[in-house]
């Protein structure tokens, strides 16, 4: 029996939770509002008791895959343990009970986690100072592109254009349209990194930035990092990091000393806060000393043992959102960089390689590797040689899931055909990746042998494969009572 | 496969040209490329457009094509049917399918496209 | 080495196959100069105990409104939270998935936000709603540039009562894309003046915006905004930061509007310091290709049973890339389950009775308040939030924290032209006690 919708449970005047009862019952609100102003019918809520709504949300919740319950290999997306202390102390009362507009010296131990992370962060990354207003990754990379703009204006420079590879994440260049940018995509090199050829010919004085991730998306480190950093300086260009994979380089080597200028991290990736189904993440964004000026308000100041909320910034860019960040987040990232030390971050890099490498190294003979380079923390196939059987990347992804497992992030990025970009994280046992590896290689023999075992995968999950044509054509986007 | 009559773009559009009139639409390898087709975007009548730009957009659920003119002209007529079922496309590329009609402008310009024998071999040899 | 399971015989097997004996010789590709040569500069390593003990500790030294009897509101409302939605959120199958890419691993949270959609249409009825943006003022700004990408227009006009930090992200989001914003003036009754509104708009306007309850809970001219709308093709955006109250007033759909956002923090979500919040993104159907971030849709798998995907993806980023509609990548998913588990839970009365709760409770203190001869510093309707004049808004905050109040927001912060004015907000956790005290509170250091 399928699990039916909230609004399809419960009974007419069904009541949930207890509300206490009203005593101002003698104040009428007719008397308190026009009526033109109160609106005519109520909204359809859901009707149902206490039980109900924990069964229901409780039956859902166990439809999903998760962290928790699976191996979740997801390329780009960093799918490592929440540590359950952290979900423990970031709800602690003397956190969530705080409101945005208290005065500075109620909230000084909030200010002081806000402060001291941004400090650690500025030392893995190697930058100067830092904001930790933005709300992900693609909200940084729109912060980090708007302080760039507003440091080319402050100088005179009116810049038109930013590059980028393409094999970047799709929110980069969404990103530059955003901030007012053209992006311009340049094909990768035969190596898959960037062909500093056609990075040269492309970079004038109308490129406002070079943004890139390193490693870049197929995981691999571009080697020609100094290089690509001095011809973007050249033309006065800034070059903007997307920290997406910043799970490979901790305590390795740092983005600012390789000559970038702002980077944004995703704390919900590198320092492991969960990703919650999809949001709230974080994505501070960290700049060079020269950026500092134009970093969102307020910028959290210590000064004599105090901290406050730093408004008087006229060059700032403005803000991204309201208040000042995502705390919950905030504090398992400060939670997690204390408890694993200099030592211990190196280590996750160590280990997030390592796994990577284990994985993929086992895998090329049964999938093609299309970029031959040691990769990263993670690295991508390609399922193209199945296609002779009918078998597509996707089918293998849904395959994967009556095995147990999470599938890689697939048809990404776009310069891989079939591709499957597989990030096993430092925080997987051995067992795990061997199983996983199992799997893969059973699953490639299925694309011969059985190819229909596939093509109608997956055959285990609480659905079977959903329509998406049927989904993108009927759009029912809600809920509605169908008589 | 591919009809004699018409001539084709390298971005895989076709042109069916009576009395200065085209049509245009996308070929039977760019249909089976997107795959099910679920939303056409449609250009304004009227508009007028420069060879090669972008006038029409057609999703399928993991992708969006632009769509673009192979000559110049004013758009005169489009296809409304494909509001309610963008999967004529994938049905009949080459008859019901068709999305858009454009006055040409430069009717020299299409001596610039490719004849059906020139278009094969661009999707066979790739 | 917490949270890293390999022991080192496992990193010895593992590296052989590789044909390496040291870890370092994973690096060995990353050119010499750039290697860090020492380590990070990071304070010692902690054990769990050890973090526990610390971070209870930073989190005692802040006060809230536990410690407090709490008047602030200004965009961040705070209200009761039933034991629910803390249980939902806590379990390892909503925390701790990714974005449900893969739809036939992901039917719990699909369904929840498809619920989530449904719950936010009735709420504000509008026609579609997506699966949730960062927050209420990045819906703002988002709702401006959809209304922008719609009409191919260049400018925005938004009233000065809508929430102040919510026309800073406006701008900075609008302004650096080459967009005009023009800000028009609120009334001396604390309403948009929408006769200077109506004036403003030219051909060139994409949308005019509007917040209701606006930034000093007052309501609206619903009708004079509904009208101004029909008599022009300039886009309405209605912004509604305090959604509790759309339990009794007009919702945006009513008064016309065609795109409608709002802040969900109402709804289950805590305090927390002002984020997570919760942006809520509704429009009209004919503009969903137009709309920003990820969107749930209905339909069947192969045996023809009920199920979710994500949907209308190609107007996203990893498809359309530099045409997207937007950047956006992630929602507030946590927050969005948060919201539809606290209206689950409330339900259709109970949200409308918490939502009469405030209006109530509101009107009680500043009767209270006017009985002390404290005036209200706007004569118009207002919904669970007003502003009041006082002698001298820094003193009475400073005398409010020794008397145990946060006693507002001082108004001066936001708009220098009001200097002697507090923003006072009441929700359902207020008792009526408490607001009497408060009110004598006021009353003795205005007439004392």
Redesign the interface.
């Given at each position: 029996m399928?699990?039916k919708?909230?609004?399809e449970l419960?009974r007419i005047?069904?009541?949930?939770?207890s509300?206490?009862p009203?005593?101002?019952e003698s104040?009428n609100?007719d008397e308190?509002?026009?009526e033109?102003?109160?609106?005519?019918?109520?909204?359809?809520?859901?009707?149902?008791s206490?039980v109900e709504?924990?069964r229901?949300?409780?039956r859902?919740?166990?439809?999903?895959?998760?962290?928790?319950?699976?191996f979740?290999p997801?390329g780009s997306?960093t799918?490592?343990?929440?540590?359950r202390?952290g979900?423990?102390?970031s709800?602690?009362?003397?956190?969530?009970?705080?409101?945005?507009?208290?005065?500075d010296e109620?909230?000084?131990?909030?200010l002081?986690?806000m402060f001291d992370l941004g400090q650690?962060l500025c030392?893995?990354g190697g930058f100067d100072a830092i904001t930790l207003q933005p709300?992900?990754?693609?909200?940084g990379?729109?912060t980090g592109l708007?302080i760039i703009?507003a440091y080319h204006e402050t100088k005179g420079r009116k810049r038109s254009k930013v590059i980028i590879p393409d094999s970047a994440?799709?929110?980069n260049?969404?990103?530059?349209?955003?901030?007012?940018y053209?992006?311009i995509e340049i094909k990768s090199g035969k190596d898959g990194c960037i062909d500093l050829k056609r990075l040269q010919e492309e970079l004038d004085e109308e490129t406002a930035a070079v943004m890139i991730t390193n490693p870049n998306t197929l995981g691999i480190?571009e080697?020609e990092?100094?290089r690509i950093a001095e011809i973007t300086h050249s033309v006065g260009a800034l070059l903007y990091g997307d920290g997406a994979n910043l799970n490979a380089l901790?305590?390795?080597?740092?983005p600012g000393?390789?000559g970038f200028d702002v980077l944004h991290f995703n704390l919900h990736k590198t320092f492991?806060a969960?990703?919650?189904?999809?949001?709230?993440?974080s994505g501070p964004v960290a700049v060079k000393k020269e950026l500092e000026p134009f970093l969102?308000v307020p910028v959290i100041v210590k000064k004599d043992g105090k901290y406050t909320l730093d408004y008087n910034r006229p060059l700032s860019?403005?803000?991204?959102?309201?208040?000042?960040?995502?705390?919950?987040?905030i504090?398992k990232a400060y939670?997690y960089?204390?408890?694993?030390?200099?030592?211990?971050?190196?280590?996750?890099s160590?280990?997030a390689?390592?796994?990577a490498?284990?994985v993929i190294?086992?895998l090329k003979g049964a999938f093609d590797l299309p970029y031959n380079k040691?990769p990263m923390h993670e690295g991508v196939l390609s399922g193209k040689k199945f296609r002779e059987y009918g078998v597509r990347t996707l089918d293998i992804?849904?395959r994967l899931?009556d095995y147990g497992f999470?599938?890689p992030t697939i048809?990404?990025p776009l310069i891989v055909e079939e591709a499957l970009m597989i990030e096993p994280t430092?925080?997987?046992?051995?067992e795990t990746l061997d199983a996983f590896i199992e799997a893969m290689l059973k699953i490639a023999e299925e694309a011969v042998k059985t190819p229909e075992l596939l093509k109608?995968a997956?055959h285990t999950?609480?659905?079977?494969?959903?329509?998406?044509?049927?989904?993108?054509?009927?759009?029912?986007?809600?809920?509605k009572e169908y008589k | 496969m591919i009809p004699k009559d018409l001539k084709y773009s390298k971005e895989h559009e076709w042109i069916k040209v009576e009395n200065g009139v085209g049509t245009v639409g996308i070929t039977q390898y760019a249909q089976e490329q997107l795959g099910d087709i679920v939303f056409v975007e449609l250009p304004s009548i009227g508009r007028e457009v420069e060879k090669m730009e972008a006038v029409a957009v057609v999703e399928s659920v993991k992708a969006a094509s632009d769509i673009y003119t192979p000559v110049s002209g004013k758009i005169v007529e489009i296809n409304e049917e494909l509001n309610s079922s963008p999967n004529l496309i994938n049905e009949d590329p080459y008859g019901k399918g068709w999305i858009f009609k454009i006055e040409l402008k430069e009717p020299k310009e299409l001596d610039e496209l490719l004849s059906a024998e020139e278009y094969e071999r661009l999707i066979t040899e790739g | 080495m917490p949270f890293i399971p390999h022991s080192q015989i496992d990193e010895r097997e593992m590296l052989s196959s590789l044909g390496i004996s040291e870890k370092e010789e994973l690096f060995s590709h990353i050119p010499k100069e750039i290697r860090l040569s020492k380590e990070l500069s990071l304070p010692a390593p902690l054990s769990e105990i050890e973090v526990e003990q610390e971070i209870k500790k930073i989190s005692l030294m802040n006060k809230g409104v536990n410690e407090y009897i709490s008047f602030l509101g200004g965009g961040s409302y705070n209200h009761w939270i039933p034991s629910t939605v803390e249980y939902i959120l806590s379990r390892g199958e909503i925390f701790s998935p990714y974005t449900p890419y893969q739809p036939e691993a992901s039917q719990g949270t699909l369904t929840i936000l498809f619920e989530f959609q449904t719950m936010m249409c009735e709420l504000f009825d509008m026609e579609v709603s997506n699966a949730s943006v960062y927050d209420g003022a990045s819906a703002l700004a988002e709702a401006c540039l959809m209304a922008l990408r719609i009409t191919q227009k260049e400018e925005v006009i938004i009233s000065s009562a809508i929430h102040p930090e919510y026309r800073t992200v406006v701008k900075t989001y609008l302004e650096s894309a080459g967009f005009k914003v023009k800000e028009i003036k609120f009334r001396e009754d604390g309403r948009t003046d929408l006769e200077a509104l109506e004036k403003a708009l030219s051909s060139d306007t994409a949308a005019f915006a509007i917040q209701n309850p606006n930034f000093f809970g007052i309501i609206e001219d619903i009708k004079g905004i509904q009208s101004l709308r029909e008599k022009t093709n300039i886009l309405l955006i209605a912004c509604v930061v305090e959604p509790i109250s759309l339990g009794l007033l007009t919702p945006p759909g009513s008064y016309k509007a065609d795109i409608a956002v709002g802040e969900g923090k109402s709804f289950g979500i805590p305090l927390n310091f002002g984020g997570p919040y919760l942006g809520i993104f509704t429009s009209k159907m004919e503009y969903v290709r137009n709309m920003p971030g990820r969107i749930v849709g209905e339909t069947t798998d192969t045996e023809g049973k009920r199920g979710f995907v994500l949907t209308l993806s190609t107007r996203e980023q990893h498809i359309r890339r530099a045409k997207a509609t937007s950047n956006i990548c992630t929602n507030h998913n946590m927050c969005a389950i948060a919201a539809t588990v606290y209206l689950a839970s409330i339900g259709k009365k109970g949200f409308k009775k918490i939502s009469e709760m405030n209006l109530k409770k509101a009107h009680f203190l500043a009767r209270e308040l006017g009985k002390r001869n404290i005036e209200l510093l706007f004569k118009s309707p207002f919904y669970n939030e007003f502003a009041i004049k006082v002698k001298n808004p820094d003193k009475v905050l400073e005398a409010g924290l020794e008397r145990g109040f946060l006693a507002g927001l001082s108004l001066k912060r936001f708009y220098p032209d009001l200097e002697n004015s507090l923003l006072i907000n009441v929700t359902e956790v207020h008792d009526t006690q408490s607001l009497e005290k408060f009110a004598n509170f006021l009353g003795e250091i205005e007439n004392g």
């Open positions: 399928a699990e919708l909230i609004f419960g005047d069904r009541e949930g939770v509300i206490p009203d005593d101002l104040l609100i308190l509002i026009p033109e102003l109160l609106r005519k019918r109520d909204p359809t809520l859901p009707e149902v206490e709504v924990i229901h949300y409780t859902l919740s166990q439809l999903n895959f998760c962290v928790d319950t699976h979740y997801l997306c799918m490592k343990y929440n540590p202390i979900e423990k102390l709800t602690l009362e003397g956190f969530t009970s705080l409101h945005p507009y208290e005065p109620l909230v000084q131990g909030v002081k986690i650690y030392e893995i709300s992900a990754g693609a909200h990379e729109l708007l703009r994440h799709g929110t260049p969404a990103s530059c349209t955003l901030a007012g053209k992006a480190f080697e990092i100094l901790m305590g390795i080597t740092r000393d390789m492991a969960p990703h919650g189904g999809g949001g709230p993440g969102p860019i403005g803000k991204v959102k309201s208040f000042y960040g995502n705390l919950p987040v504090i939670i960089i204390r408890m694993m030390g200099a030592q211990g971050l190196k280590r996750v160590e280990n390689v390592l796994n490498r284990y190294n086992r040691p992804a849904k899931l999470h599938p048809y990404f430092e925080t997987e046992t051995k109608s997956p999950t609480p659905v079977k494969r959903l329509d998406e044509v049927k989904a993108a054509k009927e759009l029912k986007l809600r809920w | - | -």
